[in-house]
């Protein structure tokens, strides 16, 4: 079997890297089944703008020529949103991990640490023609994002809702096998 023909541009959350959280221990499954992947570590740390993020994801992936799947993780998936809003890009998939919803008062989280990413609405309408598929998985027991953003983002999107009870806001590491097998299964490698 040949190497898949595309590629994954992973967005992590707030104060998170490419080292932090899932992503050490998914990159090396991603490795193990030759994916092309890149996880830009974005910066900012406590106090991130989202137009900076937005333009490093765009420089990390503007001259891929492979159909593009982007997979957001908590203030990833807003970032997600956001960078699709503005460049528009063709995603083949598009997954979101611990969601947010469309909501303005997402920035009074975190004592506005944030809140460049929530100063507008996102035109749906504008993106969704821009996503073949999406998916967006939540955990019921997310202590960080409650579980109804989830479920309200994935209804705007007309996403496939994967729930699950017991990931809370599926940073550990051990989560890592449960996200390389959806990604597997709806990308098909």
């Given at each position: ?8 541009l992973?967005?992590?959350?707030y104060?998170a890297s490419?080292k932090?959280d899932f992503y ?5 499954l991603?490795d193990a089944a030759?994916?092309?992947?890149v996880i ?10 989202a ?6 994801l765009?420089?990390?992936i ?6 593009l ?9 807003r ?6 809003e503005?460049?528009?890009?063709k995603?083949?998939?598009?997954f979101?991990i611990?969601?947010f919803?469309?909501r303005?008062?997402?920035?009074r989280?975190?004592?506005e640490?944030y809140?460049d990413?929530f100063?507008n609405?996102i ?6 023609s821009h996503i073949k598929?999406?998916y ?5 027991n ?9 479920v309200e983002?994935?209804?705007d ?7 699950s ?5 599926y ?10 097998s ?8």
């Amino acid at each position: 079997m040949g190497k898949p023909e595309f590629k994954i541009l992973f967005i992590h959350g707030y104060t998170a890297s490419s080292k932090a959280d899932f992503y050490p221990a998914l990159s090396l499954l991603l490795d193990a089944a030759h994916i092309d992947y890149v996880i830009p570590d974005l910066p900012g740390e406590k106090y991130p703008h989202a137009q900076t993020w937005i333009e490093m994801l765009h420089d990390s992936i503007k001259d891929n020529p492979k159909p593009l799947i982007i997979v957001g993780h908590s203030l990833g998936t807003r970032t997600a949103l956001l960078y699709i809003e503005k460049y528009l890009p063709k995603v083949e998939h598009l997954f979101l991990i611990a969601a947010f919803a469309n909501r303005l008062e997402n920035a009074r989280r975190r004592n506005e640490a944030y809140p460049d990413f929530f100063e507008n609405k996102i035109d749906i309408s504008k993106i969704k023609s821009h996503i073949k598929h999406a998916y967006v998985l939540h955990s019921k027991n997310d202590h960080s994002i409650p579980f109804e953003q989830g479920v309200e983002i994935a209804h705007d999107l007309n996403a496939e809702m994967i729930e699950s009870e017991n990931k809370d806001h599926y940073c550990e590491p051990s989560n890592a096998p449960y996200i390389f097998s959806i990604l597997k299964k709806a990308i098909g490698f």
